[in-house]
């Protein structure tokens, strides 16, 4: 179910978790997001945005490690935003994987939610499409 963006901004201001490290702002957790904040691209342990834990969301800085719950276990997305992200995967063999995450695409069900490593903001020149 989706909220209001004004009720998202509200859930923002009092759930998000300050970022771990002062060098690189890390994406947000947000443990009891049911939708997607707007500007950013929301991951989600279960099918339809929902699951333990709530969403993470990455929030457009840097290169971000997906949270331990969502990670390789994600489920479903959902971008509320223009911008393109990479989700980024780091299969045991070597080298890494990418797919592409377009401005405003949704997968209630995401066929590639085992391989979720990380994401980032900028195409990654040493990785491979998957």
């Known amino acids: ?17 300050a970022p771990a490290t002062a060098t690189a702002e890390p994406a947000r957790t947000l443990p009891v997001i049911s939708s997607a904040l707007p500007g950013h691209v929301c991951f989600w342990p279960e099918p339809e945005e929902m699951g333990p834990g709530g969403g993470w969301c990455y929030n457009g800085t840097g290169y971000s490690e997906a949270a331990p719950h969502v990670k390789r276990h994600a489920k479903s997305f959902s971008n509320q935003s223009q911008d393109t992200f990479y989700a980024i995967h780091f299969p045991r063999e070597g080298g890494c994987l990418y797919r592409t995450i377009y401005g405003g695409d949704y997968a ?3 066929e590639w939610w085992e391989k979720l490593d990380g994401v980032q903001r900028t195409r990654p020149s040493d990785c491979s499409p998957g």
Do not use: E, G
């Open 1 to 17: 179910m989706r909220l209001y963006a004004a009720a998202l901004l509200t859930a923002f201001a009092f759930n998000a978790v």
């Open 108 to 110: 209630p069900h995401w």
